[in-house]
């Protein structure tokens, strides 16, 4: 029982990670990572690694901004495994995005989480973002699926 109420929050914390980036609203995509140094990203952008909560929360800001019309994140294929007080789960995430001309970008990406209990509340302590290679032209496939 304890650890599908662990699953259940886990996911809900997802599900405020959707509607956080698709209201654009980098306070609430922030509220489900692991605040001050202890975060730890690896994301598909550079630098590519972000240590820490702030850094990573520029990211987001820097993302809606280069991106300043309508986005639509969703996540599918969620796994998550709990253990204790850590838990780790992976999931598609596909995103598209409208740049400032109405162009759109679309992104689909394989994210996997590194969850800790802090206070009685799941958060995120580590993420790592990444799309395959296509070894032929060493061009990233931004928009493979499985």
């Known amino acids: 029982p304890a650890a599908s109420a662990d699953k259940a929050a886990i996911q809900a914390l997802e599900d405020t990670y959707i509607a956080g980036f698709n209201s654009k609203d980098v306070d609430k995509v922030m509220s489900v990572y692991a605040p001050g140094k202890q975060l730890f990203v690896f994301d598909l ?33 969620q796994t998550i495994h709990v253990v204790g007080s850590l838990a780790y789960g992976h999931n598609i995430q596909s995103a598209e995005l409208t740049a400032k001309d109405g162009t759109k970008l679309t992104v689909v990406d394989r994210t996997t989480d590194i969850y800790r209990k802090i206070n009685g509340k799941w958060l995120i302590v580590e993420e790592h973002n990444s799309v395959p290679v296509d070894l032929g032209t060493m061009k990233p496939d931004i928009q493979s699926k499985p």
């Open 45 to 77: 952008v550079p630098p590519r690694e972000y240590r820490g909560w702030a850094a990573y929360k520029k990211d987001f800001a820097d993302l809606f901004a280069a991106f300043p019309g309508p986005v639509k994140s969703t996540i599918s294929e």
